[in-house]
Nanobody, 125 residues
Framework: QVQLVESGGGLVQAGGSLKLSCVAS????????MGWFRQASGKDREFVAT????????HYADSVKGRFTISRDNAKNTVYLQMNSLKPEDTAVYYC??????????????????WGQGTQVTVSS
């Protein structure tokens, strides 16, 4: 089992930047794709970005494409989410997750089997 811990959230003004980190412990996460999701108050959890292992291929939600960048450092068991040009609508709890099936770029929450506790990101207008 992989344990995931997110950090780096906070309060930022619109147009600002934050970098989230997700550190994995326990079973190695390096063979698996990793994803970032977010959940705004009163809404369903939604896909943000995912990255696979061997080639570092990435996939983003349209709402964050060009503003957010996902990356990973397998030596540090860490996945990152660099968020630039933040908007008030980016306000949410952000979660990282490990893909259950392996090395797939999945958008569905059902395809992820390990989740962190989340980190709050609040963007003020």
């Amino acid at each position: 089992q992989v344990q995931l811990v997110e950090s780096g959230g906070g309060l930022v003004q619109a147009g600002g930047s934050l970098k989230l980190s997700c550190v994995a412990s326990g079973r190695t996460f390096s063979p698996y794709s990793m994803g970032w999701f977010r959940q705004a108050s009163g809404k369903d959890r939604e896909f943000v970005a995912t990255i696979n292992r061997p080639n570092g291929y990435t996939h983003y939600a349209d709402s964050v494409k060009g503003r957010f960048t996902i990356s990973r450092d397998n030596a540090k068991n860490t996945v990152y989410l660099q968020m630039n040009s933040l908007k008030p609508e980016d306000t949410a709890v952000y979660y990282c997750a490990k893909n259950a099936r392996g090395d797939f770029l999945s958008q569905s929450t059902f395809e992820y089997d390990s989740w962190g506790q989340g980190t709050q990101v609040t963007v003020s207008s």
